[in-house]
């Protein structure tokens, strides 16, 4: 049996087409986890934002980036999920994300027109990023003034006021 060997020519060119074709599906494979992350990063950004927003438009200077502060916190605390989208829809922790609350629509209709919603987006990017400075000294909860303290928050301290905003740490 005569053993047929690749013209030395063509043996360089199978080799190069094989190292393109590498090239090329690691090229892919980096892009396609660069738009996730991407995509990640901006789904995060957008329900963070929308919270925000929802929680805190009309706020003094500090309103919306202390609600973001919160978020932020509870995505590091392993008590809740572990993303800033996760943590702004998880059930009946904010209320204007809530079914049942007047600002749920608002909060899906806003868009980029609304100055307080682009600055919003801003503070929730820095967020993302992780490097919104935390003005509420760790809060994970917090409550509009008019309420009263929640019973869950009895142990806890209150770490700042912002705006109509009574923020709190856990011991």
């Known amino acids: 049996m005569k053993i047929q060997r690749a013209h030395p020519i063509l043996l360089p060119m199978k080799r190069w087409r094989l190292v393109s074709k590498i090239k ?12 996730s992350s991407w995509l ?3 789904h995060n950004i957008e329900w963070a934002a929308r919270v925000a927003w929802g929680e805190a438009r009309g706020e003094p200077e500090g309103g919306m980036q202390a609600v973001l502060n919160v978020m932020a916190n509870r995505k590091a605390d392993p008590r809740f999920p572990g993303s800033l989208a996760g943590v702004a829809r998880q059930p009946f922790q904010f209320s204007a994300y809530n079914a049942s ?3 749920r629509r608002k909060l899906e209709a806003v868009d980029e027109n609304d100055p307080e919603y682009r600055r919003a987006v801003r503070l929730a990017t820095f967020a993302q990023l992780g490097l919104l400075w935390d003005i509420t000294d760790g809060a994970t909860y917090f409550h ?3 309420i009263e303290q929640p019973t869950y928050l009895a142990g ?3 770490s700042a006021v912002i705006g109509s905003h009574v923020f709190y740490i856990e011991d």
């Open 156 to 158: 806890a301290e209150v």
């Open 101 to 103: 609350d007047t600002n």
């Open 24 to 35: 090329l599906v690691a090229v892919g494979i980096t892009l396609t986890v660069a738009v």
């Open 40 to 42: 990640y990063g901006q």
């Open 144 to 146: 509009h003034n008019k």
